[in-house]
């Protein structure tokens, strides 16, 4: 039904010849493999081999045109993880005389985005692997717009959560199974294979244990116009409540205590919280707020993204639910609880989104750190942390251990055993915890939503020297302030001096409030310094260095 290509847009026997004649045509970006994402012209796909197809003629175009290094190991992946062998892209080339002895291809007209999804079970995969990468590589390329057509390869079924890829677009999302429904061979009139990594912020532990990713590139910002876009796609209405968002005046005491909630994320197979009840009893009781229970099996998907969007705490397990704390108003509060000898320093996918620079949610961490108060499961299957499959001695080793050592993804046994214990939340800690939180949001509130605009470089930096004595020098430096600063309110502007001897290599860096400065402690007469300036915004918003001064006394 939605499957069905609009044939009528386009003339067949037109894009017939222009593959006949022109062949397939591709052109990428990136370096290697794992930054790669290519654009092809007439990109086609054997269900038959189930294998893309590059047709070459004397007008192709293949750029990288890498030879047999496409192979070692890929063109691309095809997922957003990087470097995974199970994950790459590659096709398979064809001459375009070829086609004389093939079925007549079905030709696809519409913008299409090729990628495969690494777990779409999984939310938190979903989100942080397909979705705002999909997204983001689909603002990328303006051929991509909200009706472009999106082809998971894959190999899964839709999995629980296909409507959230229904956002993407309002196209139906193909399947690798559907391909095949298009006859033996169907070409993409204009597609692009692969997705952006720049919004990853976590890998999972294939090479080194999980971890955040080396060189995080998105903020806060990227992740709160992803879930804008997409709360509206859901048709969820932003209740404001007293949370500060940037740009809005805050509503200072106004009933805000009443409206203020904490949700509870509870997950109903797995990884329970046993004592749920007695911790919504102590929250109500001793922080006097409300409290909305939600789990994945109760409420649809937008409910409870609906109810997280005007939370002002989230507690949950640690698990894929988790995810969802990108729904969260700026000034909420994550609580991420940890089974029994799971040590939340090295398991921080959510600690990580909520401290992205611009997210503004307070993360905190709760550990169940009572033996007592643990339940295991060794008997169940191994996917679900049973360990009665083991060797007698590692299963006394991994009872007896207090704590998961770092490890690899994703069979480990101990981790799988520890990560599904059921456990009853101590309240005394818990709520002590709570209040903790309450009361750094409220540290948190009086800060001022702060700018992110950095200081441009210093102008007309200059130096001036003279010579005292024959053991003592001046070297004076002065500047102008950067040309951005005039339209700006700043509450701290600062400047920061390096001064080098010529040919050392080390320096001496100053922090200054004005904007010139002399110096006389540690320069010498007849010395060549090299004197570098930067402005910085706020302590923290560094600026740009202006260029190397050369200063000779
Ligand atoms: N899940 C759920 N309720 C449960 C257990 C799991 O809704 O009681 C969901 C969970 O949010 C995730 C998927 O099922 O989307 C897989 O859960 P799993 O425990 O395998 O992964 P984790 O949550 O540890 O990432």
């Given at each position: 039904r939605s499957q069905e290509l609009s044939q009528a847009r386009i003339d067949?026997?037109?894009?017939?010849?222009?593959?006949?004649?022109?062949?397939?045509?591709?052109?990428?970006?990136?370096?290697?493999?794992?930054?790669?994402?290519?654009?092809?012209?007439?990109?086609?796909?054997?269900?038959?081999?189930?294998?893309?197809?590059?047709?070459?003629?004397?007008?192709?175009?293949?750029?990288?045109n890498l030879g047999s290094r496409r192979f070692q190991p890929a063109l691309l992946d095809l997922s957003s993880v990087e470097d995974h062998n199970t994950q790459y892209f590659n096709f398979l080339e064809l001459p375009v005389a070829a086609l004389k002895f093939m079925p007549k291809p079905v030709f696809v007209p519409d913008a299409t985005l090729i990628l495969n999804r690494f777990n779409p079970d999984n939310l938190m995969h979903i989100f942080h692997d397909d979705l705002l990468p999909a997204f983001y590589t689909m603002k990328q390329y303006s051929d991509l717009d909200g009706e472009a057509r999106l082809v998971f390869m894959e190999g899964w079924g839709e999995g629980p959560?296909?409507?959230?890829?229904?956002?993407?677009?309002?196209?139906?999302?193909?399947?690798?199974?559907?391909?095949?429904?298009?006859?033996?061979?169907?070409?993409?009139?204009?597609?692009?294979?692969?997705?952006?990594?720049?919004?990853?912020?976590?890998?999972?532990g294939f090479v080194q244990p999980q971890g955040p990713k080396a060189n995080v590139?998105?903020?806060?910002?990227?992740?709160?116009?992803?879930?804008?876009?997409?709360?509206?796609?859901?048709?969820?209405?932003?209740?404001?409540?007293?949370?500060?968002?940037?740009?809005?005046?805050?509503?200072?005491?106004?009933?805000?205590?009443?409206?203020?909630?904490?949700v509870i994320f509870s997950r109903s197979t797995t990884r329970l919280i046993l004592n749920e009840a007695e911790v919504v009893m102590a929250i109500v009781q001793e922080l006097q707020m409300r409290v909305v229970t939600v789990s994945l099996e109760e409420q649809s998907f937008p409910s409870i993204i609906q109810v997280i969007s005007g939370a002002s705490i989230l507690v949950s397990m640690h698990g894929a639910q988790l995810i969802t704390s990108l729904f969260l108003p700026r000034g909420a509060v994550v609580v991420e609880l940890f089974p029994f000898a799971v040590n939340p320093e090295h398991y921080?996918?959510?600690?990580?989104?909520?401290?992205?620079?611009?997210?503004?949610?307070?993360?905190?961490?709760?550990?169940?750190?009572?033996?007592?108060?643990?339940?295991?499961?060794?008997?169940?299957?191994?996917?679900?942390?049973?360990?009665?499959h083991l060797e007698k001695e590692d299963q006394k080793r991994i009872l007896k251990s207090k704590e998961v050592p770092r490890h690899l993804c994703c069979r480990n046994p101990e981790w799988l055993f520890r990560i599904y214990q059921d456990t009853l939340v101590d309240?005394?800690?818990?709520?002590?915890?709570?209040?903790?939180?309450?009361?750094?949001?409220?540290?948190?509130?009086?800060g001022k939503a702060t700018s992110t605009v950095h200081p441009g470089r210093v102008r007309e930096a200059q130096c001036q020297t003279s010579v005292q004595t024959t053991k003592e020098a001046k070297l004076s430096v002065s500047w102008q302030i950067p040309w951005n600063l005039k339209y700006l309110k700043v509450r701290e502007v600062k400047y920061e001096v390096w001064i080098q001897e010529q040919g050392e290599n080390t320096?001496?860096?100053?922090?200054?409030?004005?904007?010139?400065?002399?110096?006389?402690?540690?320069?010498?007469?007849?010395?060549?310094?090299?004197?570098?300036?930067?402005?910085?915004?706020?302590?923290?918003l560094l600026g740009p260095f202006a260029d190397v001064l050369t200063c000779r006394t």
């Open positions: 067949y026997h037109v894009a017939l010849q222009a593959l006949q004649e022109q062949g397939t045509r591709m052109v990428c970006t990136g370096k290697m493999h794992t930054d790669r994402i290519c654009r092809f012209d007439y990109l086609c796909y054997s269900s038959e081999a189930e294998e893309f197809v590059f047709f070459q003629s004397n007008f192709s175009v293949m750029l990288p959560y296909f409507d959230l890829y229904r956002l993407l677009s309002s196209k139906q999302p193909l399947l690798k199974e559907h391909l095949k429904n298009f006859g033996k061979l169907m070409c993409f009139t204009k597609s692009y294979v692969g997705l952006s990594k720049m919004t990853t912020w976590y890998q999972y590139l998105v903020s806060g910002n990227e992740i709160r116009q992803f879930a804008s876009s997409v709360m509206k796609k859901m048709n969820i209405t932003i209740v404001k409540t007293g949370e500060s968002d940037r740009g809005t005046v805050e509503h200072e005491n106004k009933g805000e205590a009443n409206d203020q909630y904490v921080t996918p959510y600690k990580t989104l909520a401290s992205l620079p611009g997210m503004d949610l307070h993360y905190m961490s709760w550990r169940n750190t009572k033996e007592e108060n643990t339940v295991t499961y060794p008997d169940r299957p191994w996917e679900q942390g049973g360990i009665i309240i005394p800690s818990f709520i002590e915890l709570l209040k903790e939180a309450m009361k750094t949001k409220l540290n948190l509130r009086k320096y001496m860096p100053y922090i200054l409030p004005q904007q010139n400065y002399t110096f006389s402690e540690n320069i010498k007469p007849f010395t060549t310094y090299l004197v570098w300036v930067r402005c910085i915004f706020n302590k923290n």
